[in-house]
């Protein structure tokens, strides 16, 4: 499981407190922890007022990358501040994110032409998330079709199907898997990625909720996932629901968390 860590983000509380006071130690702690926890990714949302973004991305950039060689995730949802930060990365990492929306994918995809550079592409469009699997698998066929005008392969995409929360809609784990399975369908060699956090909004025991959501989702043929690699729960179901897959061979995986301390009760 590919795990890009989502844990400095301007929509928290705490990190939106850190960015407004510039306090490096609290960011840096937290890409240290998420590098140490599993994260092969480290996502960068400013989730400032559109003024302050690009510097503000900056500076969460190279905060990040003093402490930490994991590769960078850069996010926003205006694609030209991300253009305009790319080149503070000091090694290529992953684009936060393109669609069918506007023109993200004119002008990010270029960036990504000649290099290792990998990408999250959400199945929404100017008419937004839409509800049904076939207009989810025309713009997934879409955004790669773009991608390889540029020798973008499949394998450096990441396609996010969008969960929807299950409070809203009874049957979204269902079309979720069915989304998963028809996408690795087409595109064997393509990742699949999500939240699978924002199935459980508006529950009670949202853990309960996305600790099993995973284990579906991982079973269909997620493979990449922006999550909390810190929660040692969610971290313990992939180990497990890999390991029960037969993705793990001899459960070296599963076996190796436990003894680096990584899933399980912490030690009293």
């Given at each position: 499981?590919?795990?890009?860590g ?8 705490t990190?939106?407190?850190?960015i ?5 130690a609290f960011?840096?702690d ?10 092969n ?14 510097e503000?991305?900056k ?15 850069i ?12 080149k ?14 506007g ?8 960036l ?6 990998e990408?999250?592409?959400l ?10 699997l ?7 066929k ?41 996408i690795k369908?087409?595109f064997p ?48 179901t ?6 029960l ?8 995986k599963?076996s ?8 399980g009760a912490?030690?009293?």
């Amino acid at each position: 499981m590919i795990i890009i860590g989502e844990k400095i983000n301007g929509t928290i509380p705490t990190v939106k407190e850190a960015i407004e006071k510039r306090d490096a130690a609290f960011i840096a702690d937290r890409a240290v922890k998420q590098t140490e926890a599993g994260a092969n990714f480290i996502d960068v949302c400013a989730s400032t007022a559109p003024e302050y973004e690009i510097e503000t991305l900056k500076w969460l950039m190279e905060v990040v990358q003093d402490v930490t060689d994991t590769p960078l995730c850069i996010d926003s949802p205006n694609p030209r501040v991300i253009e305009a930060v790319f080149k503070y990365a000091n090694k290529p990492g992953m684009l936060n994110s393109i669609s069918e929306e506007g023109d993200k994918c004119e002008v990010l995809l270029p960036l990504m032409e000649g290099n290792g550079w990998e990408v999250v592409g959400l199945t929404c469009d100017n008419n937004g998330i839409p509800t049904d699997l076939q207009t989810k698998l025309d713009i997934t066929k879409r955004m790669v079709d773009k991608a390889a005008r540029y020798g973008i392969s499949q394998d450096r995409i990441h396609i996010d199907p969008c969960v929807m929360a299950l409070s809203t809609d009874n049957h979204s784990l269902l079309n979720f898997v069915e989304e998963i399975r028809a996408i690795k369908t087409l595109f064997p060699t393509i990742h699949v990625t999500g939240a699978i956090s924002n199935i459980s909004f508006g529950l009670p025991i949202r853990p309960l909720i996305n600790r099993n959501a995973l284990a579906f989702a991982i079973q269909a043929g997620m493979d990449s996932a922006v999550m909390d690699p810190m929660n040692r729960d969610m971290m313990g179901t992939i180990f497990a629901t890999e390991a029960l897959l037969g993705l793990d061979k001899h459960c070296r995986k599963y076996s190796k968390a436990y003894r680096a301390g990584k899933i399980g009760a912490l030690s009293k």
